[in-house]
């Protein structure tokens, strides 16, 4: 077996300058009393009397913090950049790199996002994590992650501008050879606490395979132990894995050539990991389920120019799709449910999304989800459920 590790590892000791502005960039929701054992280091002091007992980082919301609606933490742009108005910056990649996402199913992106762009995405990452959202309420309750939502961008202001105004779009066009790139479904996710099992992505959307790309914007180190995400190279021409499947065994008949070829990556603050929506790939979690350190990601999917709208319903593919847009099957996919990010934000769609109008409906919830009440329906979704779990 094959194992590629593409690292990106600081001197032993050195810790990122921005970690001294804490109290802007971790919620308050932090439990674990680093600082405590941070101070006590070179003093002279029994460790064992400052070593702080294992435990979760984050402590979960009760039910009445949960909030609803709009949020904006009214976070200040990075780079002087003026809200709604400045163009969005620009991260020229190589043909190496796009090549090598082309044929090998992924690509790990080394320092898009400088330390104010880090920073930025820490502190909305912070704020919604101190003020939950219920969209959040189902992936968090459950403890499937520290938090977990779902198109964050449509309820946090802060999100939203990262879209129109950092250089995200085009890095995504580059990779897709598009001239244009619209987000499909996004999600903010923190500490994965299970991990996910060896899996394919179907919540991409309203798109399909080939019109979709994958991506994680990280903002913080990957721990040694845990928590690197693994891809199974070139995984994403195989003809084996159902369409529908989101758990692959990779052990099945006709996946030994990628299940001998796997790649890792420890990404660092400000890197972008992009795959193809169907590469294989599992992320570890803690054995033990605790997190006592941050692995925030912004990540989802984005649509390629000229991508049509595909209506999911019956699958599991639909619960990232759950708007009252409009838009019916075979449509092109233009609507300020599904923003346009390159070349440049759409000042209409982002009105719309200002003013509530973009977001999950009750009615299209009961109609969506309804139609996966079918055995078909409900076997395929059921192998969601197989991912979860470290290792």
Not at 157 to 171: C, L, N, P, T
Not at 304 to 311: A, L
Not at 321 to 345: I, T
Not at 367 to 376: E, R, V
């Amino acid at each position: 077996m094959t194992l590629a590790i593409a690292t990106s590892t600081p001197v032993v000791g050195f810790i990122p300058e921005r970690t001294s502005k804490s109290h802007t960039l971790l919620s308050s929701r932090s439990v674990t009393p680093i600082g405590d054992v941070i101070s006590a280091v070179g003093t002279g002091i029994d460790e064992e009397e400052f070593a702080p007992s294992k435990r979760k980082i984050i402590k979960e919301p009760a039910i009445w913090e949960y909030n609803f609606g709009l949020q904006d933490p009214g976070l200040e742009m990075p780079h002087g950049i003026i809200k709604d108005v400045t163009k969005a910056e620009t991260f020229a990649i190589t043909e190496e790199q796009i090549r090598t996402l082309e044929e090998d199913g992924v690509v790990h992106i080394k320092g898009v996002f400088d330390e104010e762009w880090v920073d930025y995405l820490c502190k909305a990452t912070a704020f919604q994590v101190d003020h939950p959202h219920f969209w959040a309420f189902a992936g968090t309750a459950s403890k499937l992650y520290d938090y977990i939502q779902r198109n964050i961008w449509q309820t946090n202001g802060a999100f939203a501008r990262f879209y129109y105004h950092s250089a995200m779009g085009h890095v995504l066009a580059q990779c897709g050879r598009t001239d244009e790139i619209r987000v499909s479904t996004d999600l903010l996710m923190v500490n994965p606490n299970k991990g996910f099992k060896w899996h394919q992505d179907n919540q991409n959307g309203p798109i399909s395979w080939e019109e979709g790309l994958r991506f994680w914007i990280t903002m913080d180190e990957t721990p040694k132990e845990y928590g690197a995400p693994v891809y199974l190279k070139r995984s994403h021409t195989n003809d084996v894995v159902d369409s529908q499947a989101v758990f692959v065994d990779i052990e099945q008949d006709g996946l030994e050539e990628y299940n001998n070829n796997r790649l890792e990556f420890r990404t660092m603050p400000g890197d972008m990991l992009i795959w193809h929506p169907r590469t294989i790939h599992k992320v570890d979690g803690p054995s033990d389920g605790i997190w006592t350190s941050y692995r925030r990601v912004l990540g989802g999917t984005v649509a390629k120019g000229g991508s049509t709208y595909h209506d999911k319903r019956g699958s599991g593919g639909v619960l990232s799709d759950l708007g009252r847009h409009g838009l019916e099957d075979g449509q092109p996919m233009k609507s300020s449910f599904f923003p346009v990010v390159y070349p440049r934000f759409d000042q209409k769609e982002a009105a719309e999304r200002d003013s509530g109008k973009v977001g999950r409906h009750p009615a299209d919830i009961v109609s969506k989800i309804g139609g996966l009440a079918t055995k078909a329906s409900g076997d395929r979704f059921s192998s969601f459920f197989q991912v979860l779990g470290s290792r």
